[in-house]
């Protein structure tokens, strides 16, 4: 039998792996592999495979044959190197590192400046003639084996250092002489001694074994632990562990080290991008002391490094395809390779760098396509925090909420939303913050830079209303106690509370949920040639259509120049808070007898009639799902004595009336109550007068030429008959208005599929509807029965706990929510084989849900307009994904 | 070809029908036979088949041969009568009447004294030395045939009558003389020309051909068409049409007519029941205005027909082996039979004969237990409005709402409980009248008669209490608009509004939803021996275990008595509002920190220990399942500032924070917001009180000899995840607490499934659940998408329309929520086979949801102790219906 090979040695004249060996080798290890392979200088090592990091858990020691592998792996370092490990002229040095499949920065241990004793020490300071920088490695080692390997806490070894630099009148570690150091080696081996109930380790095996354990057993640290279950890591994978030789940026002004990027990690431009720091340790860089240079500044000073370092970046970019991020070290003039990575990079770098690189030849358009993170997507069509202000500016954070619009927005603190009208209009730039928003605050909403909210979840009226609007929002800070009467807004803590005045400028940040004290640096949006390209390649392979959800004609346009094929859902009663059509409204809801709700409802016509003729202009062509009358009525009218003794006075109407009709429309649940098509079954007139604006307006443009293809879309149905009911309505008007206009334009009636009931029973309600739309809002609230206006009490701790993987209001529940979906579509087109099938909840520009969405089969999906680019994307992308998998 | 038979005929020599030829003939058809056939005394005559109307419906007119059989006939009965159709010295007259397979009473057409004309009516007059009685007779065919036939208004005869009233001066119709009618006899046929524009026919058998044809379409007319809407009677079944000899009661002291039921229908006791009217028609009896003679007086006056009836009755009821209601005439002396039928009767009556019949040897004891309604057998158990004072008093009737919990209850009007138990205490009866309840009014719940809520439906908090207390209650009158401040209430009606003020008295009517002015008759409840009888034999038969929701130890007791085998659901929070535990819970709620809100929890453990030790006691030998903390924290704190000043000086808390933390804990839709195991999850110390609570007391009566069988219940879980949370924390304080005491009891930890996704998820859940209890009354919320709490706005009207059959909340809806059961309980037991199924929301106790609850295989249902005994019964009836299927 061939024993196993827990052992993978790189060096000038072998290398064991390859690139392509990361679940073996790990990150790390595959790349120092494949340069060594590449003839790219690095410093020669061995890799102990994540084969042997799973064996030490299950078996609590190493393998056979590990020791002798490394042994032999040592040697061959000794060989290329010359130098002997613990040898008190020669040492040589080394680094254990961790490197799993998957980058987790900063989650595992490494020990650097391994080999070093009391006696090679010497050997290092003699053959640098650098006493103190020998003594300076030698303490650090010990300083980081005593926390990795022994437990001992750090503290007690600054401390230390400390107290050093008080003795010696220095206020920085350079100033530190190698006295001192060596005087504080001798500290630090005594403060080993008497918390570790052990030395030092003096052989520098005995330090290389207990060096590897523990790289191993930072696999299962806490904060590991924790990361990977945030980021969906498996725990049984482990880890690799690196033995690889030191080599030092910190020998003078031939020596240093730094960062490079292939491509320009935030805009994608195709030249390197690189910083450096002559005569320092990757720690120093860290440290952020110095200040590194610029990649302009390296290629003037150190000009042959420069092409170097181009050269060798060209190489790996050619063989990587892909932008890199590099690590190097220039030892002596000598430069080495440390890490070798895929790059992380901003969305429109994302998207710059995949089209580049098809127009260079190096990758297909399928693989540019399946590059490009679709959540990265709607990143470049907002403003963005500019992250390095987020690093100098993280103790301004006053609290987190849940991202639910996307995009940065500066502005001064408003309470509420007249008032962030008055100021908008002033010219100044204001956040409405609030408890949570009603269809009321639409007007302020549309002024203000972004909102914010103490209350609601992921799909709440504030999120749902400012992603149509695409302005940032973060819901659900439940953190903030907003006190309209004495206009402040306070933060409360756990070590104690802050108060926010109104006028007081804060920044959101939409992509995060973080919210911030004063006026954060914002990079603006930026539209591109490269953003259309890949999207047009998208649309080439994607199968599912993309709508908008959109209200307006505005956003009608904007969702075309986004690329939409039609409105998924036009949501009528947004239109009924405008101007003068909110009295008519109101009218029709304090009205007594059907008599008079028709009158007013009369006065609402030619105004829905106008706005369905916008969409169907800016739709010419496409089909435009208009949803009859949703919200409860009580939505309409206004709660405060202030705003009921205007309308009282506006209408005619004694307030008395007002207020009961109020207080009789109140309801305990109104998420479960009197609203959806239950409005239009014992209102019939409402349904008619919407049906009648629909078709009037159809008529009216396709005599004008314009194509229309109206589908009247029936909300919260959850039994056949409530369909039916409004079909047969919506059918008589259709017919009444074709015979009046004598004109016919082909139109569909259909019902959302937002409530469990109607899902569990699609066979029958298929026989009445010609289509479905999912809406996967209201359906994730009656699947999880969890209010959307309600959840931040609790959802943002379910995912903290890991109870749940994430928020089901923004990724689709493809377990739960996902099998209603699933059934529905089978049931229903069991019934209607041509039943057309959407989604029009806000799960329909995400990305993982679109996915979902094409593997059942849906025909559609329909978001808000700033999400159609993201949909496109991931719709191509669940395609390719379809292909591969036959 | 044998020609189809479209006339039976029935007489003294030759029947052609059968007693079980229903679905032919019409059940008053069938009955006539039958009586025939057994020798009883009936008017000879002959019935056209339900399948000739179904004929007629399809084509327009009667089928080929009816015509001819149905004179063949009329020959016969000519010649059974020795009179003659249209003979103008001894005219045959007859009857046409409708009778469908099942009783529709009132809603068809019937014509009476058929065969009159100008000529016969001279015969009838001479035959009877009656002139009188002729013309009255004969004014009444064309009345009737105007109206029925030729659709002439009935009022416009009507008024003719009080005119010639008028005219001659006298004011009842008796005293109009031979000479009166006659000549209105004239008027009404003057009458007929001129509105329906032919006269009315002289030739009998035209009378006869367009009277059969009127009969049958009345089928169809809309009151019916209504009619069987309600009653799920199918459109196409048609009526029989029935020609029957006419009988007269009203030819004079030897004559009369009267009404007989073979048993008490309102006790069931064996003794015959019956109401006679000399000298009289059925018209006169139901007109009202002469009051019959009651079974007694009629046996002292007239012994001979008293006997014979006797006699009848007995054969009959021996024949048809149940209590039947029958019609009679007498003629000059003779006793004719015109109609026989199974009798309606009350609960009680129900129970009692069918245990009489049982012990008579009359029928078997399956045949019992199917025959008793499990709907009528709650009535038994509560007081009920005396049906003879609805009659009287249906003008008192003040508004509608959702039945609620079944009995009737009379009591002032009071609109807060803290009022309703002060004047409860000092002796009055009251009627807590709310716009709804919350945990808060269960005191004075408590001490009402019954109450009577705005709004809600048949889950919501005042129904659920309610039942479970055994306490009549209307819910969802949404009519009532209550104002505390002015203590009125006002009935807001189509006809103007009318105020009620508090003290006011009212009747309220639990099992039809009817409120009604001042005091109504009550008939108190009673238990007798029957009761036990049949419940016993229930229990031989039945394979469902039932248990009883009660949340006291006095409510288990009473379950007990009603013959629970266990509790399937005790709420805990029910157990928080009495006396000084509140504090406590307030206290927890307003805790800062967790320590706090555990020192406030050690307070509240000895409470809980209490009542659980209350519980295990009353349950000693069954399993008892408790459900940790469920509803929102917001429902312990007080709303209103009053109270909450109140509660600041009791718990020395500065009154700001308490309303800063009610404010914090509002939600918008708190049914689907932070509560159930949300609550425990985000508290774990709630949790671990409860568990410790419950297991401590397990213990503590387990060493004294009590068999207990606890049963953990987690509330609201969506996801496996959530339950294994609870779980954990509970299996850890059972550890705890067994090793302290020194004991072990067993126990279950198992969820409620309420939740769609818990459903869906069910395979998943069964992994960590030991067993699922179905908590149907928020699965039908979320199911549907309909709050208990505000369903009343539009669910009565749903129903109305025919949109649901019937109110969810009441009867399970099979096809969406039963659908997720069925799911549930397959997937459940696949991962754990011995998996236990209960449900314990308020279908529990309803016999149609038994019904379905037996087929899905569950192993108990669980329903409020005084819907235990109807559970027994629907479950002994679900499991003899199985047993027929094979």
Redesign the interface.
Known sequence: MVPTRWVYVYGPDRVDGRGDMKELLGGKGAGLHEMARLGIPVPPGLTITTEACVYFFRNGSFPEGLKEQVREGMALLERWTGKKFGDRVHPLLVSVRSGARVSMPGMMDTILNLGLNDESVQGLAAQTGNPRFAYDSYRRLIEMYADVVLGVDRHLFEERLEAKKQEAGVRSDAELSAEHLRALVEEYKALVEKHADQAFPQDPWTQLWLAIQAVFASWNNARAQEYRKIHGIPDDWGTAANVVTMVFGNMGEDSGTGVAFTRDPATGEPRIYAEYLPNAQGEDVVAGIRTPYKIEEMQRRFPELYEELLRYARILEEHYRDMLDLEFTVEKGKLYFLQVRVGKRTGRAMIRIAVDLVKEGKITREEALRRVDPYKLEEVLHPMLDPAWIRENGHRELTRGIPASPGAAVGTVVLDPEEAARRAEAGEKVILVRA?TSPDDIKGMARSEGILTA?GGATSHAAVVSRGMGKPCVVGAEAL?IDEENRTVTVVGEDGSRVLREGEVITIDGNTGRVYQGEARLIPPEMFGAFDTLLSWADEVRKLRVRANADTPEDAARARAFGAEGIGLARTEHMFFEGERIYAMQEMILADTEEERRAALARLLPYQKEDFKGLFRAMDGYPVTIRTLDPPLHEFLPKDPESQQALSRKLGVPVEKIR?RVE?LL????????R?C?LG??YPEITEMQARAIFEAACEVARVGVQVYPEVMVP?V??E??LR?QRDRIEAVAREVFDAYGVEVPYKIGTMI????AA??ADEIAGTAEFFSFGTN?LT???????R???G??LP??IE????PHDPFQRL?V???G??IRWAVQRGRQTRPDLKVGICGEHGGDPDSVRFCHQVGLDYVSCSPYRVPVARLAAAQAALDGKDQG
């Open positions: 949570e209350r106690q009961s009789a309801e305990l649940n109104p998420m479960l109550g009197f959806g239950r079954i014992l919260l959850s039994t008959g409530e009911n937002e409530i469990p009931r569990l029973t209201d609230q009656t699947t999880f029965g969890f209010s206006d309600d959840v009490k609790f701790k379910y706990m890991g109870i749940l529940d377990q739960g929510v099998q209603l």
